[in-house]
């Protein structure tokens, strides 16, 4: 972890408890994203995404994003789930910057 990153205090993890439940039958079938997860804090950070395929191509950009913003990233296990939500993830935004 650079110093710079130690001193921003920036976290992926973004709530505390359970993941959500998945894979409702109301789930739309493109809502594919990558999570982050720290014991019970989650975060998610790339998505939606249309297939699992393409969410999980992604998990290693997502690593590499995530380790830009927070230097603990590399504890944080990273894995892909369907969510019943359309936002965008909290690092989609880096992934557009960068294409």
């Known amino acids: 972890m650079t110093a710079a990153r130690a001193r921003t205090g920036a976290s992926l993890l973004l709530a505390?408890?359970?993941?959500p439940l998945l894979?409702?039958?109301?789930?739309?079938?493109?809502?594919h994203?990558?999570?982050v997860e720290s014991g019970n804090r989650h975060?998610?950070?790339?998505?939606?995404?249309?297939?699992?395929d393409e969410a999980i191509?992604?998990?290693p950009v997502a690593e590499k994003l995530a380790d830009k913003v927070d230097g603990w990233s590399?504890?944080?296990?990273?894995?892909?789930?369907?969510?019943?939500?359309?936002?965008?993830?909290?690092?989609?935004?880096?992934?557009?910057?960068?294409?």
Request: no cysteine.
């Open 23 to 31: 894979l409702a039958a109301n789930v739309p079938v493109s809502n």
């Open 57 to 59: 191509a992604h998990v």
């Open 16 to 19: 505390s408890g359970p993941m």
């Open 74 to 99: 590399v504890f944080y296990l990273f894995r892909v789930l369907r969510l019943p939500t359309n936002k965008p993830g909290k690092l989609m935004h880096m992934l557009q910057e960068a294409a």
């Open 33 to 35: 994203y990558v999570v």
């Open 43 to 52: 975060g998610v950070l790339l998505g939606p995404f249309v297939t699992t």
